[in-house]
């Protein structure tokens, strides 16, 4: 009998909680207290189970909320950790515009938009080269923002 494959978004999902488990485990390593991460982390396989047996948007969505909170928590990790290291530089502005491209994915365009605020902010600190580098990530997410 032929196993039934999986839905796209569920294997999506599934990678993603994996790219979270990885980043929680790296944060743990470089020091940093991931307690509320992790706590908010626990149950998450568990809703994942849920959405992929009922399929329920309310479902999925709870699990893509959930994985949301965790990607800004660890955000807050990163960007603290390069602003210690070495001031602003395009690794900090990469990571929020991952996380931005993540939201508008999910349609979540409210807290893509607060994000791409804290971009342009991080964006006039920088040096004029490092702005050459990454002014067309810049300028593909305001296009899909506006």
């Known amino acids: 009998m032929k196993e039934k494959e999986e839905p796209e978004i569920i294997v999506k999902l599934k990678e993603e909680i994996e790219e979270i488990k990885k980043a929680l485990t790296e944060s743990r390593k470089k020091g940093y207290d991931v307690t509320i991460p992790s706590l908010l982390f626990m149950n998450l396989p568990a809703k994942l189970q849920i959405a992929a047996v009922t399929l329920d948007d309310k479902d999925i969505k709870k699990v893509k909320t959930k994985l949301n909170q965790l990607r800004e928590e660890l955000n807050v990790y990163n960007l ?51 702005k050459k580098q990454i002014f067309d990530k810049c300028a593909e997410l305001h296009k899909k923002l506006s």
């Open 80 to 130: 603290e950790s390069f602003k210690k290291e070495e001031g602003v530089n395009n690794k900090e502005i990469d990571i929020l515009v991952d996380n931005t491209k993540r939201l508008i994915e999910n349609n979540n365009i409210q807290e893509a938009k607060t994000n791409y605020a804290k971009i342009e902010q991080l964006y006039k600190e920088l040096p004029g080269d490092k």
